[in-house]
């Protein structure tokens, strides 16, 4: 699906009095008992950048997540670690034949 902007053939930043140029220009271009989808399109592009909806387009993108530990935590978490992979040469070996 494309963006409303793009289905209106406009820049993201367009003001409303262009949105509403292009909207008819669009209208023009796809008469409804000509191009019942397209105009279908145009319109709810239309109704979405009038309504102002497009400032909700981003929310459900991906953003990195900033999380920070403690380094007492993450020394603790890395001392266990690390004595759980500690394995004597007997166990290597019996784990192995």
Not at 52 to 77: C, H, I, S
Request: aromatic share 10%; net charge neutral; glycine share 4%.
């Amino acid at each position: 699906m494309t963006s409303h902007h793009e289905c209106l053939g406009i820049s993201p930043g367009a003001k409303p009095a262009e949105v509403k140029a292009a909207y008819h220009a669009k209208l023009r271009e796809f008469p409804a008992h000509t191009y019942p989808k397209e105009f279908k399109e145009v319109r709810a592009a239309y109704e979405a950048l009038r309504k102002g909806e497009n400032q909700y387009e981003d929310f459900w993108k991906m953003r990195p997540l900033k999380a920070e530990l403690e380094p007492v935590a993450l020394t603790q978490m890395r001392d266990k670690a690390i004595s759980q992979l500690e394995i004597s040469i007997d166990d290597l070996i019996r784990a192995t034949f």
